[in-house]
């Protein structure tokens, strides 16, 4: 038996309308999960990430959420579970990145950021703790951004430190068998990433890990897929860095 096998296990991945989240989806349901596609405002690209789902075969449904609001949060687990009903892997994907210095970042810069990045993922663990199946997964993304002191990330990484503090504490008191661990992803090209830099900004980025390259969102969703399934159950409260050994 492949244990890397998720035959019909329930799959949540927030924001994967596109980028790493969209990679994910693809291949968690290459592997027999069905998978809620969730966006919180791109209704095209979310249909489309279910489309191809469906026609390589896979199952798949979009479902429109805020996580960062509360009732949001609710509605996602409790659609998602009125269609397939359970949920068995939760997959906090959805996060925001503002790349500002410290004394340029706005009030709104910082609300958006912690709303998303931490107050996301809270409202959706707390729904987890009740409405995931027993010997569920949660896997949370953090950033190695949390361990490089990167000037114009202060906020961001701050975020994603607060995540990885929920996810020890949270692996913990959840219990049910349920694991809990975080992922932190180094830079990797998605557009999202890509916007903005220019060539020599991603020359360095590449140089300072082992390989030289850019992680490519499928290296990061083959961990989240090992994570999701029953191959990982004995790590829990860990934050796996997936970057190359760049930190």
């Not at 969209?22 to 249909?47: C, R």
């Not at 996060?95 to 706005?106: A, R, Y």
Request: aromatic share 6%; no cysteine; charged share 20%.
């Amino acid at each position: 038996m492949n244990t890397m096998q998720l035959d019909n296990k329930v799959i949540i991945v927030t924001g994967s309308s596109r980028g790493i989240g969209k990679e994910t989806a693809l291949l968690l349901a290459a592997h027999g999960a069905k998978v809620v596609i969730n966006h919180s405002n791109s209704e095209a690209d979310a249909q489309a990430t279910v489309d191809e789902i469906s026609q390589l075969g896979g199952t798949a449904l979009a479902i429109k959420a805020d996580v960062s609001q509360r009732e949001e949060a609710a509605l996602l687990f409790d659609g998602t579970i009125a269609v397939y009903g359970q949920v068995d892997v939760l997959v906090n994907n959805a996060g925001v990145m503002v790349s500002k210095k410290l004394k340029d970042n706005t009030q709104e810069d910082f609300n958006r950021q912690f709303d998303v990045n931490v107050r996301g993922i809270f409202n959706m663990l707390q729904e987890a703790d009740s409405k995931l199946a027993d010997h569920g997964n949660i896997i949370n993304f953090s950033s190695s951004t949390v361990k490089l002191m990167f000037p114009t990330y202060a906020l961001y990484s701050a975020s994603k430190a607060a995540v990885e503090q929920m996810t020890r504490v949270f692996s913990k008191e959840i219990g049910r068998g349920i694991s809990v661990n975080a992922l932190a992803p180094g830079a990797t090209e998605t557009e999202l990433f890509m916007t903005g830099k220019s060539q020599e900004t991603m020359d360095k980025l590449s140089a300072m890990n082992a390989f030289n390259r850019l992680a490519k969102p499928i290296d990061i969703a083959r961990v989240v897929l090992f994570l999701a399934s029953d191959a990982s159950k004995w790590i829990s409260g860990q934050v796996i860095g997936a970057n190359g050994a760049l930190v």
